[in-house]
């Protein structure tokens, strides 16, 4: 531990990168630390992402990166996060410490760690995850459209996700692996959609490697099935916020334990901020890089006035 940085940030996904360049632009000696395993890497492209509309995401980061480059107040290295804390004396700084046994002290820190995406366990999912199998239609959805759709869930859910998942099929079943739960309401509001509803045991999914071709129920029957949309839940994927202190909340449906931010992305912690899936960020590529850029910019507002008021 040779220096104080202004700002560590662990994380290299999305909304890290996107800290990272507005950081360097503002010339704040910046950490960025990268232990990979970025949610969206199994997927073949990025949907929705002005600029980079089906760009591979491991191509993105790379890219990503190949930017920092041109700021030398910006050093990235590959490495994990396994212990942090806040020394409340003094100047309130970080020291994080890698698994590697380095450690590094900031004045601030920006957890932009992702999250752990929880989807159900159903035999074949894993392998198809991120491809013909996915929790987001305006990431995936393009890419199976017009073929026959199904939503794995039941009840208010259920509705929410096959109704909007008709924007990109005529063809659209919701597989509720067991009894529906749908109030007369929300049962008419399907019919009304041309959605139908199955609520035989779903057994496994079938398809060659990636690709998904039918749904296999319990009773040896198949469905032909080109896309399967689910519920997921996120998790923190790394213990730092915790251990740093910081509040966590369910910030919105899919989230289950999100560091708790204000507006400014500043975190319970002082010193402390997050960005992107970690906080709570509704997930997709082009939200956490708006969450990146202005958690950065406020950070650096905060560092400045820090300097200059004695």
Known sequence: MTKTWDCI??????????AALVLGRARRRTLLLDAGGQSNRPAHGIGGLLGADGRPPADY???GRAELAAYPAVELRDGEVVRGERI?????????????????????????????YRY???????????????????????EVRERPLAVLDRGAGAVHRATLLRAWSDDVTVLA?????????????LRAAGVTVDE?????????????????????????????????TLH?????????????????????DAVEVDAQYNATVPGLHSAGDAAGVMPSVANAVAAGNFAAAMLVAGLMADRFSG
């Open 88 to 116: 409340a004396a003094g100047d309130g700084r970080f020291t994080l410490e890698l698994a590697d046994g380095t450690r590094e002290s900031a004045r601030r820190v920006l957890l932009a760690t992702g999250m752990d």
């Open 236 to 256: 923190q994927r790394s213990p730092l916020a915790e251990q740093l202190g910081a509040a966590t909340h369910a910030a919105n449906p899919l989230t289950a």
């Open 200 to 232: 035989r045991p779903v057994a496994g999914l079938v398809g060659p490697g990636e690709e998904l071709t039918a749904v296999r129920f319990a009773d040896g029957a198949e469905r032909p099935c080109g896309g399967l949309l689910v519920p997921v």
């Open 61 to 63: 980061y790379a890219a």
């Open 177 to 189: 692996n067991g009894p529906a739960e749908l109030s007369d309401e929300e049962a008419a509001l």
């Open 120 to 142: 159900p366990q159903l035999d074949g999912i894993a392998e198809r995850w991120g491809r013909s199998v996915f929790h987001c239609p305006f990431c995936h959805g393009w």
């Open 9 to 18: 940030i662990v994380g290299g996904g999305a909304a890290g990168l996107s």
